[in-house]
C-alpha cells in the first residue's frame, strides 16, 4: 500500500485514539483510608488557635472556616499547616485572585453510618508558603504550608474548608451552597476523628474537577 493511501487510515486511527482517550473516565489512584482526622493548625487539637469565622452558606457567604492564632495580630504569619489526614494532593500553587497559596487535598474515609467509602477534598488558603506538589500523597499531621495572609491582602489567618462533592475544584460557582456540597469542618472533624485503621488501599479518583487556570495568568 503506498503512503498516500495510508495517510487516510492512519488519520482514522488518531481520532479513534482521541475519541478514546476523551471518554476514558477520571485519572485513578491507590491511597490509605484516612484513620480519623485532626485540626489543621495547632496539631492535633488545635491548640493556641481559634476559629475567627464560620461557615455560612447564606449571602455573604463563606464556604469554610477561619483560624487565627490565639496571640493575636498577624503573630501566626508562618506557622505550620497541617495535613489534617492522609490524602494525595491534587492542587499546590498560587491561584492568584483572593486565594493566594493554596493546597486542595484529597481524602478517602469510611462513613461511620452506612459503612461506606467515601471521599472529600479539603482546601487550605492564602497560604504563606506551599510545601507539597501535585500529586504528592501524604500522611495525617504532615506539614503542607504555613499561613500567609495572600501577600498582604488580609491579616495572617488559614481559610480552611471541607468539600464533600470532590468535583468543585477552584470553581465553587459550579455546586449549589449545602450541606451536600460543603461540610462544616469542625463538626467534620470532630465526627470522624478516630477511625480505624485499614491497610487496603483504595483507588481514589482524581482530576475529577475543571482545570483551574488562576495559577497560569490566564
Request: proline share 5%; hydrophobic share 40%; charged share 20%.
Amino acid at each position: 500500500m503506498s503512503i498516500g493511501k495510508k495517510l487516510p487510515i492512519y488519520g482514522a486511527l488518531m481520532v479513534g485514539l482521541l475519541f478514546l482517550c476523551l471518554s476514558l473516565s477520571p485519572q485513578q489512584v491507590k491511597i490509605n483510608l484516612a484513620d480519623g482526622f485532626d485540626f489543621p493548625v495547632g496539631k492535633p487539637n488545635g491548640t493556641g488557635y481559634y476559629k475567627a469565622r464560620g461557615l455560612r452558606l447564606r449571602a455573604p457567604q463563606h464556604f469554610g472556616e477561619d483560624w487565627n492564632g490565639r496571640t493575636g495580630g498577624d503573630t501566626d504569619l508562618g506557622a505550620p499547616v497541617y495535613a489534617v489526614a492522609d490524602g494525595i494532593v491534587t492542587l499546590a500553587h498560587n491561584v492568584r485572585s483572593g486565594w493566594g497559596n493554596v493546597v486542595l487535598t484529597r481524602h478517602a474515609y469510611r462513613d461511620l453510618a452506612t459503612g461506606q467509602v467515601k471521599f472529600c477534598d479539603t482546601l487550605n488558603g492564602h497560604l504563606n508558603q506551599i510545601m507539597v506538589k501535585d500529586g504528592q500523597l501524604i500522611k495525617k499531621g504532615q506539614q503542607i504550608g504555613t499561613i500567609g495572609n495572600n501577600f498582604g491582602m488580609y491579616p495572617a489567618h488559614l481559610h480552611f474548608e471541607i468539600r464533600l462533592n470532590i468535583n468543585i475544584g477552584m470553581h465553587r460557582e459550579k455546586a449549589p451552597s449545602d450541606l451536600a456540597n460543603w461540610a462544616e469542618p469542625t463538626e467534620f472533624i470532630n465526627k470522624f476523628r478516630k477511625l480505624n485503621r485499614e491497610w487496603k488501599p483504595v483507588v481514589v479518583p482524581t482530576g475529577t474537577y475543571q482545570e483551574y487556570f488562576g495559577f497560569k495568568g490566564l
